[in-house]
């Protein structure tokens, strides 16, 4: 079993360190609950199984960090920042929910940091673990630094390891790093013991990318910080021992890409704009690979996941690859607005050491897939304002199901608000354009033949020269996730026809029971606030790991917008919707399948990243409608960078256009 190098063996030991109370009141120290280590300045990684048991009442409580090496010893003030946990009262935690990060308080504690892999691996075979145990020969409840061989001989599914049983793992030890001696990288960290047993568990540090957008973060700051070339503790540093091992096995020619020109490309990366959705990034790789990243890959969340995914074997293979791949994350990034001078110049330069001249073309020609370029238009294509009252007609279907039927039939009508067209109608004035008289309703798969000619001819006699009348859909929010924006009127399209309607106008979704209560003071307050701002902001609802409640709803800014990456019409969608509207909220995103899962997986970062790329593009609450008709027009020409948005369902209820209310005329007997 290869053992680590001296020099890297002291540095994880410096950036392992162990947590306990901070706000212990018996003699001598706190008792350590476990262990942990650094990732980047200020951030801790550890097992969430280690901080379940203090803070599942309170996840603000403060706590405390310690290692040997850190702040001479004396314990450092920390918090909570993020954990995976979908059900605190789960007995067992899954392997790929056991992981939270740690924040310390104080940002003036210098602290070393371990060297995470770019590479998406489940380690198999030999690692070095490292933890701190109770020292059980002292009074106190101090801890003690500990370190042993192991080797994973088996991968579960998903982020899952096991141990080989052939060591004893001390109390303690669990979050503690797992080193891989052959690379110098930090690959996993431990899990758990097996009881009155040899051997263990582990988690793959892969896992760490179920935590989005603070993978985000946190990755970008751990290679801003080692393309420092920091020495903090020991003297040495995690890059410099990586080159060595990669010079005791071959030869590192120009020809190679080595540990340090990954260090500069990592850097140079996590100063650029995140890529947004993962496909960006999958679709560079495989041109620069000429395939398609291994199915099973966890999501591509930064351009350093992409670059993990160049790698043939466990150490870089050739420097053109890599340089190929940096080309064009610079011109993606430039195509869209981003400064790339940095890498451009740095690429240039390391392309220069390599003699292979007749190469360089790989590098120096490399242009985007058709794909990735922006749209012609992208820029520059206007968002057409959604009429206020004044302004224009719209459209409004109200779908109301019939009482006490199921499956759920709706009754329909068709009404135009001709408010501030020219002609015989006056400001305000409404008409119903058609109905349905069945009596029995409609299926929701039936109501798209229903509605075909009615509603066909009576946006055919809106529509004008400009741009088409929007179109609402008034309905219970139980049926939120109605599919409306994905409905087709054509049978026979044009093959050049963008025919569904969310490609064609401006589509939204519209609370029918409001029609009851047009006054609602929430509602009115809300929505002159937002329709006021000029910059919007995203408010992911539930919280993650979070049951929805109302003080939350309640104290969201009046310029938020509530996003859901689950469906409103069941679980905590359903509760979240109800809440949101309750609350006065207008306006409202959510994915009408979500997943199927309790706890959010690596899609939902993509929609929540995707839908805060949206609002950053929107220059009023007015435009969000037609923006999101672009991006669905875009999807559906092939644009797959943007399919986090297809199931996007948009809320927009204007209190300033009521709907047209319930008759409450009686009818007459048949």
């Known amino acids: 079993m290869p053992e680590p190098a001296p020099r890297l063996d002291a540095l994880a030991q410096a ?15 706190a008792p350590m609950w476990g262990s942990g280590f650094f990732v980047a300045p200020g951030w801790v990684l550890t097992c ?46 899954l392997p790929e929910e056991d992981l939270a990060l740690v924040r310390l308080l104080d940002d003036a504690v210098e602290h070393e940091c371990v060297w995470l892999a770019d590479r998406a691996v489940r380690p198999f075979g030999a690692v070095v673990a490292y933890g701190y145990r109770p020292d059980e020969n002292e009074a106190s409840a101090g801890a003690k630094p500990w370190s042993a061989d192991a080797e994973i001989n088996v991968r579960d599914d998903g982020a899952g390891l096991r141990f080989k049983p052939d060591i004893a793992f001390p109390k303690g030890v669990s979050g503690g790093p797992l080193l891989d001696p052959r690379t110098g990288a930090v690959v996993g960290l431990i899990k758990s013991r097996r009881k009155e047993r040899d051997g263990g568990m582990a988690v793959a540090t892969l896992a760490l990318r179920r935590f989005g957008a603070a993978y985000r973060e946190v990755t970008a700051a751990h290679d801003r910080w080692h393309g420092t070339v920091p020495r903090v503790i020991t003297g040495d540093n995690w890059i410099d021992e990586q080159q060595r091992l990669l010079g005791a096995g071959r030869h590192a020619g120009p020809e190679l890409w080595t540990p340090k020109d990954r260090r500069a490309a990592l850097a140079l990366l996590a100063r650029l704009p995140d890529p947004g959705a993962a496909p960006s990034v999958a679709k560079i790789v495989r041109k620069v690979r000429g395939r398609r990243p291994p199915g099973a890959a966890p999501a591509l969340l930064t351009w350093r996941d992409g670059h993990g995914l160049l790698y043939d074997g466990a150490l870089p293979e050739d420097a053109l690859t890599f340089l190929h791949y940096l080309r064009l994350v610079a011109a993606y990034v430039r195509s869209r607005g981003g400064d790339v001078q940095s890498l451009e110049a740095w690429v240039a330069e390391r392309l220069g050491q390599d003699d292979r001249t007749h190469l360089h073309a790989l590098v120096t020609d490399a242009r985007l897939p058709d794909e990735l370029r922006p749209d012609p238009g992208g820029p520059d294509r206007v968002a057409v304002p959604y009429p206020g009252p004044g302004e224009g007609p719209t459209v409004t279907v109200l779908l109301d199901p019939v009482i006490s039927v199921t499956p759920a039939r709706f009754h329909w009508q068709i009404w135009v608000n001709h408010s501030g067209t020219e002609g015989e109608f006056e400001h305000g004035d409404t008409e119903m354009a058609a109905e349905d008289y069945s009596g029995e309703g409609f299926l929701p798969a039936e109501l798209v033949q229903a ?54 106008r401006r589509v939204v979704l519209r609370d029918l029971a409001r029609r009851a209560h047009p006054d609602n003071p929430d509602w009115h307050e809300r929505w002159e606030a937002i329709a006021a701002a000029s910059e919007l902001a995203p408010a992911r609802v539930p919280e993650r790991d979070t049951r929805p409640q109302a003080r939350h709803f309640q104290k969201l800014p009046h310029t938020s917008i509530p996003v859901m990456c689950r469906p409103a019409g069941r679980g905590a969608g359903r509760d979240a919707m ?40 929107v220059g009023s609450v007015t435009e969000l409608p037609d923006v999101l008709r672009h991006i669905r027009q875009d999807i559906s020409r092939g644009r797959s960078d943007r399919r986090w948005a297809e199931p996007l369902a948009l809320l927009y209820d204007d209190p300033r256009r009521p709907l047209p209310p319930e008759d409450t005329m009686p009818a007459d007997s048949p």
């Not at 850190?70 to 059900?87: E, M, T, Y």
């Not at 859909?473 to 409306?484: C, G, K, N, S, Y």
């Not at 994915?591 to 609002?615: F, K, M, N, P, Y």
């Open 578 to 617: 109800r809440l949101a509207l309750g609350s006065g909220h207008g306006v409202m995103l959510w994915h009408i399948e979500g997943h199927a899962t309790r706890g959010c997986q690596d899609s939902c970062e993509d929609l929540h990243a995707g839908v805060a790329r949206l609002l950053g593009q």
């Open 15 to 29: 950036a392992t360190v162990h947590i306990l109370a901070a706000d212990h009141d018996g003699a001598g120290d």
């Open 48 to 93: 969430a199984h280690v901080l379940r048991p203090h803070l599942a009442r309170d996840r603000e409580r403060p706590f405390a960090v310690r290692g040997a090496d850190l702040n001479d010893g004396i314990p450092v003030a920390a918090r909570l920042a993020h954990w995976l946990l979908s059900d605190h009262e789960r007995p067992v935690v």
């Open 451 to 504: 509605l075909r000619a009615p509603l066909g001819r009576t946006l055919h006699r809106l529509d004008g020269e400009g741009a088409p009348v929007p179109l609402e859909f008034a309905l219970p929010a139980e049926h939120f996730d109605t599919q409306v924006h994905r409905w087709q009127f054509d049978d026979m399209a044009k093959l050049y026809a963008t025919e569904h309607l969310g490609t064609q």
